[in-house]
């Protein structure tokens, strides 16, 4: 997918950043981690299951967004690669 008028600027007007996100979902899996083992060891199967279930869902949520941000610094680089060479041209 080519772009002949995209440049680095306007190519991804919201860029991910996932970074301070990212570690604030790892914190909230950690605890609903901790809290599904916590019911597991108090015999609570169906809450320790909720619990593991919704860590998961918030997993699975990071790494999409993550591979997201991931495919945007992949695409952005490659603009500016090529502006610089352009630049390097002239």
Same mark, same amino acid.
């Given at each position: ?7 680095? =600027? ?62 945007? =610094?992949?695409?952005?680089? =490659? ?12």
């Amino acid at each position: 997918m080519k772009h002949k008028n995209m440049s680095y =600027d306007n190519r991804y007007k919201y860029k991910l950043n996932m970074l301070e996100p990212g570690l604030i979902m790892m914190k909230i899996i950690g605890v609903l981690f901790v809290f599904g083992i916590a019911f597991l060891v108090a015999k609570w199967h169906w809450l320790s299951i909720v619990f593991f279930v919704l860590s998961g869902i918030i997993f699975t949520a990071l790494l999409i967004l993550i591979a997201i941000e991931a495919h945007q =610094d992949n695409v952005l680089n =490659d603009i500016a690669i090529r502006e610089n060479n352009e630049l390097e041209k002239k």
